[in-house]
């Protein structure tokens, strides 16, 4: 029997993972998509009337199989993706696509949905939010669109499924393959942190020495922190063009066609762009709102980043480098300047910042935001030896889901943090608790070595587990409208807000102490930390802001000419006054957030909205004095981490903080309220 299809009885319903081969896959998701169909046909044949249990609640606990083995597929490519589960990958992907589309253009499913919808001011109010989510994704999939049309859009996603999975494997291979030699030149100029990094680093390749793989949490520190000019722009060069360093993975064809479908898809819904279409099911509505947003943040960032590019190249020309300041030498004289200016190392303070002390923190905030503790199961079998597995507890002491964490890079991993659901939790059909998964990038530290986190490594660590504790609270009836499956610029409120605690000093004073002494964080240090807070928050700002830039105009003209996408996006960046020290956060060639799904295309200005959101929310506790004040925390749980999608994101937020959310707050979270 093929385990995918089996009821999974294993530990808290986890599937077999030491049991599941990657040739289960295909015939699966086959299997499941069958099943899943046949279903929508007997609920389209019903005759009687249509209604909301006989419909709505149908449709969503339709395919749950299908649903199962999707979601398992869709997180295992991305965590452990074996060369077998690549060549996989590359079939299963346009399935599930062109399944996904073709269930949700299902005539007579679509018919009798259509039916309730008209039908539905009767309803409750999380039965009527139901009934008007999935509507609109019927209508988003093209369920009205004629049956010439219906099958286009369908071929579209099939294409689309394609080419993104292709654009991430590349960026995969290339993160995979590629180092950066190091001499015995260059090692001596690493920290002793990056030296053992790069040490582990070529001992899971099988080779002695070091090597500088294409990882953030490597490639970062050693710009900020390698004194060798010539090693920093190598690693730099590496970086940026990951995506492109093989020609026969060049991702700027996979661009264009993407963008090309895209477009087309768009007209398909009698939009002009395929911005306008994407954006229809966000707070912002579209595109003009968007843009109002990232002006209004562009022009302070531009001239804060120029004070910033000054600063540094008197530093830099001060301390003998005749050169002009470079892309690659940026981040290693801010560093000298913020450590000259508040007194902070990066190599004195990551002794403080643990993984494992970082992580009690995070369960600690979550122990007192919300009451729940994290109770870490041994011996259950998952798809990688790093991968730890705990259970969650309410206040009650009752179960509340099941937490997995997956924190180390490898070769096998795609690049970034994320977090993922296994199953999204219900009440619908008997309750169901949520499995969620939280994927970080750290260097994996030698065998009996501590894992030592820089400043934002653990704010990304709270950040992801930000997006977790969304999964986890969930409160939802119906499984369409739980955990994350909220609005695209609403998703990131959760992670981003929860940033916030691992900066407070009751609580690294409770956890931030030394991996080697035990010594907590000496108060100078704590004092900083905290003035240093929004140190080089220009060169953040418009490393992001222009991400998001660059993806509007990709989105919102369908007549671009990409012919050399190297040329357009240097065209573009100068056109918005991007200083030459200074790229995106994101090349497009490597932009995994647009390119390989559709999640983020032409919205990844979500960030900076979520920021407006979360420097607001914050706000809260400030008011109330107090960063756990039970009753914001209350709130917070109610209409935030558990509402899910039962209510209108802006109605949510209202509700929670009482009114609209200001943009000012971000601002001068940002620094930029006074440039």
């Known amino acids: 029997m093929n385990l995918l299809l089996a009821p999974w009885t294993g530990p808290f319903g986890l599937p077999p993972f030491d049991q599941i081969r990657a040739g289960d896959f295909e015939p699966a998701v086959r299997a499941a998509m069958a099943e899943h169909l046949t279903q929508l046909d007997a609920l389209a044949a019903q005759t009687d009337p249509p209604d909301f249990a006989n419909t709505a609640l149908a ?32 079939v299963v992907t346009p399935l599930l696509a062109g399944h996904d589309a ?36 019927f209508c988003l999939a093209g369920a009205r669109l004629a049956p010439a049309g219906r099958q286009r859009a369908l071929e579209i996603a099939q294409e689309l499924a394609e080419l993104q999975t292709r654009f991430a494997q590349n960026v995969l291979a ?13 090692v001596a100029s690493l920290s002793p942190g990056l030296r053992a990094a790069t040490a582990q680093a070529a001992a899971d390749r099988g080779r002695g020495g070091h090597v500088l793989p294409l990882s953030r949490s490597q490639v970062m520190p050693l710009l900020a922190t390698c004194p060798r000019r010539s090693l920093r722009e190598r690693a730099w060069r590496a970086w940026i063009r990951r995506g492109q360093l093989q020609p026969q993975r060049d991702n700027a064809p996979v661009i264009r066609a993407i963008l090309r479908l895209r477009h087309e898809l768009a007209g398909l819904h009698g939009y002009r762009d395929f911005a306008s279409f994407a954006l229809t099911d966000t707070m912002a509505r579209g595109p003009a709102a968007v843009s109002d947003l990232l002006q209004r943040a562009w022009q302070p960032a531009l001239r804060k980043v120029g004070r910033e590019r000054d600063e540094l190249a008197q530093l830099a020309s001060a301390r003998g480098q005749s050169e002009p ?37 995070m369960f600690d905030c979550a122990k007192r935001l919300f009451g729940l503790d994290f109770v870490e199961q041994h011996g259950i079998a998952t798809y990688h030896p790093d991968v730890r597995v705990y259970q969650v507890r309410g206040a009650d002491g009752a179960p509340v889901g099941v937490f997995l964490t997956d924190n180390y890079a490898r070769p096998t991993k795609r690049s970034g943090a994320w977090m993922n659901e296994y199953r999204f939790q219900r009440k619908a059909g008997g309750a169901v608790l949520p499995i969620v998964g939280n994927h970080n990038n750290f260097a994996k530290p030698a065998p009996g070595q501590e894992c030592l986190l820089s400043l934002d490594d653990a704010r990304t660590l709270f950040h992801e587990f930000g997006h977790g504790l969304h999964g986890l609270l969930s409160n939802a009836t119906y499984e369409r409208l739980a955990g994350t499956r909220v609005l695209r610029d609403f998703v990131e409120l959760p992670s981003q807000l929860f940033e916030h605690w691992v900066l407070e000093p009751q609580v690294l004073a409770q956890h931030a102490r030394h991996c080697d002494t035990g010594e907590p964080l000496p ?26 830039l660059l993806d509007q105009a990709l989105h919102t003209d369908p007549g671009l000419d990409l012919a050399d996408l190297d040329t357009w996006e240097k065209a ?67 209409y935030v981490y558990s509402a899910a999608n039962t209510l209108e994101p802006g109605a949510a937020f209202r509700a929670f903080r009482g009114r609209d959310p200001d943009v000012a707050a971000m601002l001068h979270k940002r620094g930029l309220d006074a440039v």
């Open 59 to 90: 449709l969503d606990a339709a395919g749950a199989a299908y649903k199962r083995i999707a979601l398992l597929f869709s997180n295992w490519v991305a965590a452990e993706a074996s060369p077998e589960l690549q060549a996989v990958e590359l």
């Open 102 to 137: 073709a269930v949700l253009q299902h005539p007579g499913a679509f018919a009798r949905l259509d039916t309730v919808f008209r039908q539905r001011d009767g309803l409750g109010a999380e039965e009527r939010r139901l009934v008007e989510r999935l509507h609109l994704d």
């Open 174 to 186: 290339d993160e995979r393959e590629f180092v950066v030699e190091l001499s015995d030149d260059d």
């Open 325 to 361: 300041l470079q892309p690659w030498d940026w981040r290693y004289w801010s560093e000298q300047l913020r450590s000259q200016r508040h007194a902070v190392d990066d190599d004195a303070v990551k002794p403080y910042f643990t993984l494992s002390a970082m992580t009690a923190a």
């Open 523 to 548: 108060q100078t240090l704590l004092d900083n930390l905290l003035a240093a807070r929004r140190f080089g928050g220009g060169l953040e700002t418009v490393e992001y802001l222009s991400s998001a």
């Open 572 to 638: 573009e960046l100068t056109r918005l006054g991007m200083p030459a020290e200074v790229v995106p956060r994101h090349r497009l060639p490597h932009f995994l957030h647009l390119f390989s799904g559709a999640e983020y295309a032409a919205a990844y200005y979500v960030y900076i909205w979520a920021e407006v959101l979360d420097a607001d929310a914050f706000g809260a506790f400030v008011e109330a004095g107090s960063p756990f004040d039970a009753g914001v925390a209350k709130r917070l749980h109610q």
